[in-house]
């Protein structure tokens, strides 16, 4: 179940045995912690997992684990007890500790089948097991029961009736009312209500709701149940032959008809527009949406469910289906479903211990691509069998009762090939170089090639099986156990080099020195023996009868061997003598030892118990530390060449890896550091040659069909540089044409703006001469009008002298009159303050009196209240004295009691410990001494069962011995015989095979010639046809090209003389129609048969042709129109230009005409206004106008010097606008007539 805020998802393994939990992060897909519990002699196995939340059951069998989605931060751990009640156990997920233990009395049961948390977290359900049921409401946080009933002793397996399939009952707690509670078990739904009532008695705390009964025999037991979301408060029921049932609190509201079971029937689900289900459908797991629920049903299929939008008429479609996936490739049941709080993931686990992420925010419908396992495939339900690891590679491989063999990289942590067989592989081996592997099934040991992405087997020995087998440490040979004999091949040839005959029960155990000098074994037998492989001879034995021992391992001195004595034993090469036994107090199953000999580890292998890894300090003191992390009996134990990972693998299906470090390191090499700390791992693949060949045709095609795609592409981009270079041809001509018309359009437009300018310079002169004369005029005006305006000015200042006489003596009059009224005002002022004076002495007076009075009463109040102050400051401070004394007084008293206190509770606390402890020895050492006297006994009847078996198996092999005598005899004389057969029919069997290989060989020879022969001459007749055919052709083509160049010579000469007119539009429009006549009306071109290719290739082109012409065409007359709209924009802007030129040069003329007329009039104005004056100073009459004369000529040349320069600008202008003209105009390579 998902975690909230966190992305993780809770895990608890489906085995009995198991007592870990696992915390996946979905995003990431790695394992983020493990929460175990301690082992004990009472508790077996965890059966329950619940986290605060909502209830989702993933049981199956008698013990089951639920996982459910969390808003806190606790999981809920119940455990399995054999003989004891079982117990509940509180985690906190952040920090993976114990937080409460909870234990109930009243239970009757050994396991917790159900558990759910309430929605505020408060509150804790559990459901004990069977004879009697009981549903417990505990108030977790104060460890206390707070209601407990009993839901129906009818729920045991036994007592189902019949058609109902077993499935664990469930309980959950209503999200919206925590008070509201229900219970699904296969044979009926029920309903019970939680009284809140302090002082209620836990018997009367839970009372049954009544419910609408259901008819399991027709809609099935119920399997799983969720609440919704949307509607608020109602219940779904999942039932084993596939209907949803849906109530609302406690009444049955319906039974939907989208259920998986309503598709069952064909016709039915043809009418619903889907796909009939399979026969076997039923509901396994559910969980809420937001607007609905998403169904888990068998063979791995999902179905999601949306509320309908409107109520609708008939109860039963009050949820429709609206999506059906499914896990590709697996069938089994989905188990048990999680859905995150975004709800855009969801977790799925199957019944064949695989987990999947669905990814459900993908737009629209959920495809294969969105559904990923979490991190890779998983070994299935059943024991991982065999387990190696190679030198050369990060590999390892596993082998399990799945039927798989499975290869994985433990530094990216994927699985990386796997492959299903048809029977179960029992033992597996990993060559060094890591390109082989070898398998052990139950009728054949075989030999694979390891190549990319499968296993290929090359070769089969006749071992049957074999349950253990190993390489050499370099890989020339391996070992492989046929019951109890160890047959030894040579890796290369397949040949056997020996068989190690000694041990007299099945071998569980084989190991390899490191230089393969020896080989040790360990068996069933109680042996462990030490054996020379090229000779084939045990070099060293060590036997223990009654000891079966499960492995051995070994290095240049020692033998290490671990068995069902619980001991782990040290024997010394080469006699294998004992020199160390250490107590394990838990048969050890598995040991390995690292390479560089720093540490040795074991796993413990005890059945119906959990698996532990134990890591003992080398050389062997005894101490060791204990990981408990298995869910069964330990089957495998390897470590990698680089002494960096320990691989561990048990009963139930799982792989562990560990880091292993010192304590003194400060961290680990793994993952890439791991890498880079040794040599670089070897990356050699296998290939066979069928794929090379396959790989080599398919790159050979490839190639071809580029050098295909090569010549096409040359072949069009040829054509495309036809055709451009046509086109630019024609784009150039009809540039020239363009630019030798707009040269001749330059040229008229330059005679045009001579004639232009010699108008303009005649106009400026008459505009000059009459500039000149308005000028004089002007002068004589102004001059006239300066005369006017000074008189005009000599009177307007003697009126100013008037007007400033009469204002002084206004202003003397006023200063006298405002003296006076201030005067009048200062008396008045006086006499007031003088009254304001004496008002405020009488004031201040008053205050003074005021102010001594208040100085009195003040200071009599302050003596007053002084003395009040100090005598209720004495008062209080007797009173505090007495407080202080009577506090320490009773401090004292307090600290005394609390020390006697504490002495007596630790004192009651030691005493209970101290009776605890004894208690608890006690009972250990009665069950010690039972079972070692029911040990004992069995040990005593198991020597003589065996003391008697040996003495017949003896008595048997002894007369089997005789008769393989005499066999062997009788065999060395068959054989003998058999030899002298084959010696006289070999040579000529190999005469007759020689001949029918030469007779076949010249069969096969004869008919190839006799086909070739054929084929040529049919070969032969096609060709001369075809080059009959060519001739013919050629002939014809010749033919119609010398027409055809005939044709072209008379055209051009016509077309010559057509272009010597082509000024005259009247004769080239004659001629044009003529040549027409006579090469198109008259003349009738016979036209020959053509190939088809040609044709449509010459079609294409055709076509290709006249629409790049129109196209020209449409451009060419786009062109015209923009030349014709630029030249008659220049034309009217020519023409303004001259417009402007020519009126500006008629206001020059008119200018100097009033310039003259006016200096013409001011110089007789001037003589005769200042012909007096100038007659008295001594100046002639008209010495004054020639200053004024000048001046106004100097202004009349400025203007006219303005003006021409105003025209040279404009000229300017004008040639640069027309060389813009000239620039952007084509070149044209003959003359066309002006537009």
């Not at 629920?293 to 063979?299: D, I, N, P, R, S």
């Not at 799925?348 to 959920?366: E, P």
Request: charged share 30%.
């Amino acid at each position: 179940m998902f975690i909230k805020e966190k992305r993780k998802v809770v895990v608890a393994q489906n085995i009995p045995n198991d007592k870990t939990i696992y915390f996946i992060n979905v995003d990431k897909y790695d394992e983020q912690g493990t929460l175990s519990q301690e082992s004990s002699e009472d508790m077996d196995s965890i059966t329950v997992t619940a986290t605060s939340g909502q209830l989702r059951s993933v049981s199956q069998g008698e013990t089951s684990n639920e996982v459910l989605y969390t808003t806190s931060h606790d999981v809920a751990v119940a455990e399995h007890g054999e003989s004891a009640t079982p117990s509940l156990c509180v985690y906190n997920i952040r920090t993976l500790r114990k937080f409460k233990t909870l234990q109930y009395d009243k239970w009757a049961c050994k396991s917790v089948v159900a558990m759910s948390f309430s929605a505020d977290n408060q509150t804790l359900l559990t459901l004990g097991g069977g004879p009697d049921y009981i549903l417990v409401c505990w108030n977790w946080n104060k460890a206390k029961a707070v209601g407990c009933i009993s839901i129906s002793p009818s729920d045991s397996p036994e007592i189902l009736p019949t058609g109902l399939v077993w499935c664990p009952p469930q309980v959950s707690f209503s999200p919206l009312d925590s008070s509201v509670i229900a219970a699904t078990s296969p044979n009926q739904i029920s309903f019970y209500r939680l009284s809140a009532a302090p002082g209620t008695a836990p018997d009367a705390a839970l009372r049954p709701i009544p419910s609408t009964p259901t008819d399991h025999a027709k809609l099935g037991g119920a399997s799983c149940h969720t609440w919704l979301k949307a509607p608020e408060d109602h219940l779904v029921v999942g039932t084993t032959k596939g209907h949803i049932v849906v109530y609302d609190k406690s009444s049955l509201v319906c039974t939907l008809n989208a259920s998986p079971s309503a598709l069952l029937d064909p016709l039915a689900a043809s009418s619903a527009g889907a796909a009939p289900a399979p026969s076997h459908t039923s509901v396994d797991s559910l969980v809420p949406l937001a607007k609905g629920f998403v169904a888990g049903c068998a063979q791995a299929t999902f179905r999601v469910y949306h509320l309908a939008a409107s109520r609708p008429s008939d109860p039963g479609d009050l949820f429709m289906c609206v999506q059906t996936f499914s896990v590709p490739g697996f069938g089994s049941a989905l188990s048990s479903l999680s859905l995150s709080p975004t709800e855009d993931t969801m977790a799925a686990v199957l019944s064949d211990n695989q987990i999947f992420a669905v990814n459900m925010a993908s737009m629209g419908a959920v495809k294969g691509e969105d559904i990923k396992e979490v991190m890779s495939l998983f070994h299935g339900p059943g024991a991982i069998t065999g387990m190696d690891l190679c030198i050369r590679k990060p590999l390892a491989v596993t082998c399990g009762l799945d039927r798989t063999v499975r290869v994985w990289n433990y530094l990216d942590f994927k699985l990386e090939i796997t492959k299903t067989f048809s029977e179960d592989p029992f033992s597996v081996a990993f060559h060094p170089s890591g390109l082989h592997l070898l398998v052990g099934f139950a009728d054949k040991l075989r030999l694979m090639n390891l190549l990319m992405d499968d296993f290929r087997t090359y070769r089969e020995f006749s071992v049957k099986m074999c349950k253990e087998c190993q390489f050499s440490t370099g890989g020339q040979m391996f070992a492989a156990v046929n019951s109890n004999i160890i047959q030894v091949y040579d890796f290369y040839t397949g040949e056997k080099i020996s068989d190690l005959r000694g041990h007299n029960s099945k071998v569980r155990g084989l190991y390899w020195s490191k230089d393969d000098s020896f080989l040790i074994s360990c068996g069933q037998d109680g042996a462990v023996y030490q054996w020379n492989v090229e000779k084939g001879t045990r070099t060293g034995e060590f036997v223990q009868k009654g000891t079966m021992y499960n492995c051995a391992i070994c290095n240049v001195d020692t033998v290490w061997a671990v068995g069902s004595d619980r001991l782990l034993k040290e024997l010394e090469l080469p006699d294998l003598t004992i020199t160390k036994e250490l107590d394990g107090a838990a048969t050890l199953g598995q040991i390995a030892l690292t390479n560089a000999e720093h540490a040795m580890f074991a796993g413990t292998s005890q059945e119906k118990k959990p698996g532990c890894v134990r890591a003992y300090a080398f050389p062997l003191t005894g101490e060791y530390l204990e990981y408990p992390c298995m869910g069964g009996p330990i089957t495998r134990m390897r470590v990698s060449h680089n002494d960096q990972y320990l691989f561990v693998a048990d009963e139930t299906g799982c792989l562990c890896v560990f880091s292993v470090k010192d304590k003194n390191e400060k961290r680990s090499l793994t993952g890439k550091d791991a890498g880079s700390s040794v040599t670089a791992w070897s990356e050699e693949v296998l290939v066979t040659k069928s794929d090379l060949e396959e790989k080599q045709a398919t790159m050979q095609e490839l190639k071809n069909k580029v050098d295909e795609l090569a010549l096409h592409n040359e072949y069009q981009l040829r054509l495309k540089d036809m055709n451009y270079s046509e086109k630019i041809k024609e784009v150039t001509e009809k540039f020239t044409q363009d630019l030798e018309q707009d040269k001749n359009k330059f040229e008229l437009l330059r005679e045009e703006k001579n004639d232009m300018e010699m108008e303009y310079e005649e106009r400026i002169k008459q505009m000059d001469e009459k500039h000149q004369h308005e000028l004089q005029e002007l002068e004589s005006s102004y001059q006239q009008k300066i005369m006017g305006e000074v008189e005009r000015y000599q009177q307007l200042c003697h009126e100013r002298d008037l007007q400033r006489d009469r204002w002084e003596q206004q202003q003397a009059m006023l200063v006298n009159t405002h003296e006076k009224y201030v005067g009048e005002l200062t008396e008045d002022f006086e006499q007031k303050v003088d009254e304001d004076k004496t008002l405020r002495m009488t004031y201040e007076e008053e205050k003074g009196d005021l102010q001594r009075e208040f100085d009195e009463v003040r200071q009599q109040l302050e003596d007053d209240i002084d003395t009040e102050i100090q005598n209720l400051r004495s008062k209080y401070d007797q009173q505090l004295a007495a407080e202080r004394e009577a506090t320490l007084r009773f401090k004292g008293e307090n600290g005394i009691m609390k020390k006697k206190f504490t002495v007596l509770q630790k004192e009651i606390e030691d005493q209970k410990e101290e009776i605890k402890l004894l208690l608890d020895k006690e009972k250990g050492l009665h069950e010690q001494i039972k079972a070692l006297e029911r040990e004992i006994q069995s040990h005593k009847r198991e020597i003589k069962s065996r003391d008697d078996t040996i003495g017949e198996k003896e008595k048997k092999i002894y007369e089997l011995k005789k008769k393989n005598q005499e066999l062997e005899k009788f065999k060395f004389v068959l054989d003998y015989k058999i030899k002298e057969l084959k010696r006289q029919i070999e040579p000529r069997e190999t005469e007759i095979s020689n001949m029918k290989s030469q007779i076949k060989d010249m069969d096969s020879e004869l008919e190839q010639y006799h086909k070739s022969n054929a084929q040529l001459d049919l070969l032969i007749g096609e060709l001369r046809a075809k080059l009959d055919s060519m001739q013919k052709n050629i002939l014809g083509q010749r033919k119609v090209i010398g027409d055809q160049e005939s044709l072209m010579r008379r055209c051009k000469s016509e077309l010559h003389e057509c272009a010597q007119v082509i000024q005259q539009p009247g004769a080239l429009a004659e001629k044009i129609s003529k040549l027409f006549q006579s090469h198109v009306t008259k003349q009738q071109v016979q036209k020959n048969e053509v190939d088809v290719n040609v044709q449509s290739e010459y079609q294409r082109h055709q076509q290709y042709l006249e629409k790049t012409l129109h196209a020209l065409k449409i451009k060419f007359s786009k062109d015209v129109k923009a030349h014709k709209a630029t030249n008659v924009r220049l034309m009217e802007e020519n023409i303004q230009i001259i417009q402007e030129i020519s009126r500006q040069r008629d206001e020059n003329k008119l200018t100097k005409q009033m310039l003259q007329a006016r200096l013409g009039d001011f110089k007789l104005k001037m003589a005769k206004m200042g012909g007096a004056a100038g007659m008295g100073r001594g100046e002639t009459p008209g010495s004054t106008s020639p200053r004024l004369s000048s001046s106004n000529s100097i202004a009349g040349n400025a203007q006219l010097e303005a003006n021409k320069q105003r025209i040279m600008d404009l000229r300017k202008s004008v040639q640069e606008m027309e060389e813009k003209v000239i620039a952007q105009r084509p070149f044209s390579r003959e003359v066309l007539p002006p537009v």
